[in-house]
Each structure stands twice: as C-alpha cells, then as structure tokens.
C-alpha cells in the first residue's frame, strides 16, 4: 500500500520565492492583507484560527510556530 501525498497550494506570487524569501516577507504580506481586508488582528486571529498573540508576533517579524505559518499562509492562498 502507498502512503498519499502531501500536497500544500502555494500561493501565486509566493511560488517562484524560496522558504526563506516566503519567511523573511510574510509578516509585511500578511500585515498587507489582513489590512486590505479592514479586519483587525483580532478579527483576523479568530478567521485563521490562530491566537492573537501569535498573529501580532507574526506580523511584527517575530518567530513563529510552524501551525502558525500554515495557517497564515493557508488564510492568504489566492490573494498573494
């Protein structure tokens, strides 16, 4: 028996970048987003599923939890 694959959706204009460009950029692309959207980190914390500490920690460049990430990066899919 095979094991399925992991697929993860990249989005678009992070395709082409490297894990450490994506990492170095996602707090500005993030913040970009969550503001485009008029929502609070608050608000955005609760959409993405994650507490509002780590979204804030995010945003301001600091480091991350891995679930944290996925889930940020998961949120922005389609619109980065």
């Given amino acids: 028996m095979t094991s399925p694959e992991l697929t993860v959706s990249v989005p678009e204009r992070m395709a082409h970048m490297t894990t450490g460009d994506v ?3 996602l707090p500005v692309l993030c913040r970009q987003h969550r503001s485009s959207h008029g929502l609070s980190y608050r608000q955005a914390a609760s959409i993405i599923g ?3 500490s780590a979204l804030h920690k995010l945003e301001a460049g600091g480091e991350s ?3 944290t990430v996925t889930a940020v990066v ?3 899919e389609g619109w980065v």
């Fill in 50 to 52: 994650v507490p509002v």
């Fill in 74 to 76: 998961r949120w922005m």
């Fill in 65 to 67: 939890r891995l679930s």
């Fill in 23 to 25: 990492l170095l950029k």
